[in-house]
């Protein structure tokens, strides 16, 4: 695998997983701040990449 | 004041419970019995480790001279026993030159150092603080 957005997406995932598991105990708690956290993560990637994109390398 | 026997105990088991939560991801919670964050641990840690392992991440050496591949190698070990498992197998040399190089580093280190936090939790769980 070598889709570098795929790559952000694994990391990301992993990431929201376990900083939701351990900052919240009910489940739906959990979704709602991992899911947020993995789509923060997402757009804030997507935002950056776009901001960086004059600059030459 | 001298600590009571039974303080010693505690501390004892509170030491030991650090020590396993380390070694094994997740085993902290599974053994304060709190079994569904503990397996996620346990299968999301060393999944992410094993995804750096492959994706040609290094594990880093503790080069103190160096002070970011000391830091590293630190984040690195916060994964327990995964950790020597892959280094006596020879895995984690890391391949400079991989596409992947970095991503399997961010993948090694984040989860070292998130199995530290998963530490640091099971321990909050075991003195009654959450």
Same mark, same amino acid.
């Given at each position: 695998m070598q889709s570098h957005l795929a790559l952000l997406a694994t990391f990301a995932f992993f990431v929201s997983l376990v900083l939701a598991v351990i900052a919240k105990d009910d489940t739906r708690d959990q979704l709602r701040f991992g899911g947020l956290m993995f789509g923060g993560f997402l757009a804030s990637a997507l935002v950056l990449g776009w901001l960086m994109y004059p600059f030459p390398l | 004041m001298r600590a009571t026997a039974a303080e010693e105990t505690q501390s004892g088991t509170l030491v030991l419970l650090c020590l396993a939560a380390w070694a094994i991801p997740g085993a902290g919670h599974l053994w304060l019995g709190r079994r569904t964050k503990g397996l996620i641990f346990l299968v999301a840690l060393p999944a992410m480790f094993a995804i750096g392992l492959a994706l040609h991440g290094r594990l880093f050496?503790?080069?103190?001279?160096e002070p970011l591949v000391g830091l590293a190698a630190l984040a690195d070990v916060g994964m327990g026993i995964p950790y020597f498992i892959a280094s006596s197998l020879g895995?984690? +040399?890391?391949? @400079?030159? +991989? @596409?992947t190089y970095e991503y399997g580093n961010a993948f090694l280190i984040v989860a070292g150092l998130l199995n530290m936090l998963v530490v640091i939790d099971a321990f909050d769980v075991a003195m009654g603080r959450k």
């Open positions: - | 050496p503790f080069d103190l001279s895995y984690g +040399a890391g391949e @400079v030159r +991989a @596409v």
